[in-house]
């Protein structure tokens, strides 16, 4: 039923895109707040990434909190809606899941090249691993999101697995 309200690619992507945005921001909300600092990630990449800040201030930044936040859940939002969309033609179509593993790659180390692109000093504030691990955690929950809500993608798997052709 890809049409019904239950599964509609935009509603269900964007519950699994907030997930998804939640967990890396708590995942950050944690990091930041053991190094004494909470909120400092979130107002860094407002400066950096919504500000144009090449050269952020370590001082908080309201407007970019709230912009960066804003933007963050947004984003992982429309990330959301497209794995949806790809998770239910997946269930139609097996050969379509192999799309769910690039970009499950490009989503690992997108956000990081961005960061490298934009700015010099934010090396040092977000480490590859804190990235990677936050990402991996999102990826997790989204998938188990989209797992949970989908017998017809776990009925699929298991008659047609990653790497068999189809039967049908």
Known sequence: MPDSPRHSVVSEGIDAGILGGLVVAVWFLILDSIAG??????????QVVLLGESRPTMQLVF????????????VFAVLGVVLAGLVHLGV????????????????EVMFYGILEALSEGTHELFPFWAVITANTLAA?????????????????????????????
């Open 37 to 46: 600092h909470p909120f400092r990630t979130p107002s860094v990449l407002g």
């Open 63 to 74: 407007g970019g909190i709230v912009l960066y936040t804003a933007f963050h859940f947004l």
């Open 92 to 107: 139609r179509d097996p050969v379509s899941r192999y799309a769910l593993v690039p970009v499950f790659l490009a989503f």
């Open 140 to 168: 997790v929950a989204m998938g188990y999101f989209f797992w949970s809500r989908h017998p017809d993608l776990r009925r699929s798997i298991r008659e047609t697995p990653l790497g068999d052709a189809p039967t049908r």
